[in-house]
């Protein structure tokens, strides 16, 4: 019999196999259809910017195509003194061409950024152009010492070399209080510069505590909500959920109202006899109002998935466990808790990840001490308006988040995770 009369054949004389693959290719487009909404949304939303985000922490195109004589000229010089006549003259052109078509002031505002001082150096210069008091057939080199001392000053000129690759990493150096020297090697800033290292730790310390703090509170919450009755469980988890329909800002300004010297809490320690009355404790502008206001706001992501784990726990289990001859403290440890570890787990890990990148609270009661690496970002996006360093402080906070993901990951699991 031919292998043609063995195929099993369909209503409409197609091989089912055929059938059966196009049947297949069908069902996986209509899948793909469905799903392709969201996955738009997450190119749109999440992988582009973190993309731009990227792109822009790198790129360093910008003064590489303003000053494309200056560069070129600068491939022979090797940084370590003045450079020759031909740089000067070269940067001198390229600046009068960005000068002519109104561009100068980008080219100060970045190399101001790469060294203090750049931005009114060329400024002198610019004037000078403008005035037409630079004689094109004499010395450049001579004249625009003239113009300012700091062209007569070897590190400006190492600094224009720094930015002479298209793509750097300098902007992640900075994010950890370094930078690269003039030979091209990677060194530190000086060290009361180091201000960057500072803010990493504390964020870490902070967003650690935090978590801990939230733990220590939301467990016997939690176990309450889980073992009380209905009517009174209902009401304190109304009382867990009130902040959430509160406003951020109206609780940061709150605990603001609250932790002052003269606010409610020192009014009250001072009343029961706690503190003198001139010897108020401190509780604002430093990293114990950041601890309070941050742990009350952040409480709820711990408490609910600890509450949906351990509503899911018969209490027969602790009767069970006593009657095998434990006591209440043997029993919770070797039974109840370890069946909490997942609620733990999510809970810790989201309250960490949410306090890592805090905003908001320690901006507004963290002063000084409280601040934190994300108010770092805050800053250089609306003031300095450095947004490639502010990128690159971005996806470090990002990757430190996912490292962080991959170590829980490693040590208990992703798959124990139980969010409800």
Same mark, same amino acid.
């Given at each position: 019999?031919?292998?043609?009369?063995?195929?099993?054949?369909?209503?409409? %004389?197609?091989?089912?196999?055929?059938?059966?693959?196009?049947?297949?290719?069908?069902?996986?487009?209509?899948?793909?259809?469905?799903?392709?909404?969201?996955?738009?949304?997450?190119?749109?939303?999440?992988?582009?910017?973190?993309?731009?985000?990227?792109?822009?922490?790198?790129?360093?195109?910008?003064? &590489?195509?303003?000053?494309?004589?200056?560069?070129?000229?600068?491939?022979?010089?090797?940084?370590?003194?003045?450079?020759?006549?031909?740089?000067?003259?070269?940067?001198?052109?390229?600046?009068?061409?960005?000068?002519?078509?109104?561009?100068?002031?980008?080219? %100060?505002?970045?190399?101001?950024?790469?060294?203090?001082?750049?931005?009114?150096? &060329?400024?002198?210069?610019?004037?000078?152009?403008?005035?037409?008091?630079?004689?094109?057939?004499?010395?450049?080199?001579?004249?625009?010492?003239?113009?300012?001392?700091?062209?007569?000053?070897?590190?400006?000129?190492?600094?224009?070399?720094?930015?002479?690759?298209?793509?750097?990493?300098?902007?992640?150096?900075?994010?950890?209080?370094?930078?690269?020297?003039?030979?091209?090697?990677?060194?530190?800033?000086?060290?009361?510069?180091?201000?960057?290292?500072?803010?990493?730790?504390? &964020?870490?310390?902070?967003?650690?505590?935090? =978590?801990?703090?939230?733990?220590?509170?939301?467990?016997?919450?939690?176990?309450?909500?889980?073992?009380?009755?209905?009517?009174?469980?209902?009401?304190?988890?109304?009382?867990?959920?009130?902040?959430?329909? =509160?406003?951020?800002?109206?609780? =940061?300004?709150?605990?603001?109202?609250?932790?002052?010297?003269?606010?409610?809490?020192?009014?009250?320690?001072?009343?029961?006899?706690?503190?003198?009355?001139?010897?108020?404790?401190?509780?604002?502008?430093?990293?114990?109002?950041?601890?309070?206001?941050?742990?009350?706001?952040?409480?709820?992501?711990?408490?609910?998935?600890?509450?949906?784990?351990?509503?899911?726990?018969?209490?027969?289990?602790?009767?069970?466990?006593?009657?095998?001859?434990?006591?209440?403290?043997?029993?919770?440890?070797?039974?109840?808790?370890?069946?909490?570890?997942? %609620?733990?787990?999510?809970?810790?890990?989201?309250?960490?990840?949410?306090?890592? %990148?805090?905003?908001? &609270?320690?901006?507004?009661?963290?002063?000084?001490?409280?601040?934190?690496?994300?108010?770092?970002?805050?800053?250089?996006?609306?003031?300095?308006?450095?947004?490639?360093?502010?990128?690159?402080?971005?996806?470090?906070?990002? =990757?430190?988040?996912?490292?962080?993901?991959?170590?829980?990951?490693?040590?208990?699991?992703?798959?124990?995770?139980?969010?409800?």
């Amino acid at each position: 019999m031919s292998s043609e009369a063995k195929q099993i054949l369909t209503t409409d %004389g197609i091989p089912l196999e055929v059938s059966l693959k196009k049947a297949e290719r069908k069902n996986k487009v209509k899948a793909f259809l469905l799903v392709a909404p969201l996955l738009l949304f997450l190119v749109i939303t999440y992988i582009f910017p973190i993309g731009e985000m990227f792109t822009r922490s790198i790129d360093d195109k910008m003064i &590489t195509n303003m000053l494309p004589k200056t560069f070129k000229e600068m491939e022979n010089w090797d940084g370590q003194e003045l450079p020759p006549e031909e740089v000067f003259s070269a940067f001198y052109y390229d600046y009068k061409a960005l000068v002519e078509k109104q561009e100068h002031g980008k080219l %100060g505002q970045r190399l101001n950024k790469e060294k203090n001082g750049f931005n009114s150096t &060329t400024k002198r210069l610019f004037r000078n152009i403008k005035r037409k008091k630079i004689d094109e057939s004499a010395s450049f080199k001579e004249q625009m010492m003239k113009v300012h001392k700091n062209w007569g000053k070897v590190e400006y000129w190492q600094a224009i070399k720094r930015t002479a690759p298209p793509y750097t990493l300098a902007k992640y150096l900075k994010g950890m209080d370094m930078y690269y020297a003039a030979d091209g090697s990677i060194a530190q800033v000086d060290e009361d510069r180091r201000i960057h290292r500072i803010l990493w730790l504390r &964020t870490l310390e902070i967003a650690f505590f935090v =978590t801990l703090f939230c733990f220590a509170m939301g467990y016997p919450i939690a176990h309450l909500l889980a073992t009380l009755p209905m009517k009174y469980s209902n009401l304190l988890m109304i009382c867990v959920l009130l902040p959430f329909w =509160t406003s951020l800002l109206v609780r =940061t300004a709150s605990w603001m109202i609250l932790l002052q010297q003269q606010g409610v809490v020192n009014d009250f320690f001072v009343m029961i006899g706690l503190v003198a009355d001139d010897n108020r404790p401190e509780m604002m502008y430093n990293k114990v109002g950041t601890y309070v206001a941050m742990t009350q706001i952040l409480l709820p992501f711990m408490v609910l998935p600890l509450y949906s784990v351990m509503k899911t726990i018969s209490p027969s289990l602790m009767r069970a466990g006593k009657s095998l001859g434990g006591t209440p403290f043997v029993a919770f440890w070797k039974v109840y808790f370890p069946l909490t570890i997942p %609620g733990i787990g999510a809970g810790c890990l989201l309250v960490f990840i949410l306090a890592i %990148g805090y905003y908001i &609270t320690p901006a507004l009661v963290g002063g000084a001490s409280g601040t934190l690496i994300s108010n770092q970002i805050a800053y250089h996006m609306k003031t300095t308006l450095d947004w490639s360093f502010a990128s690159a402080m971005g996806l470090m906070l990002l =990757t430190g988040v996912l490292v962080v993901y991959w170590i829980y990951n490693k040590l208990v699991g992703v798959d124990n995770i139980k969010l409800g």
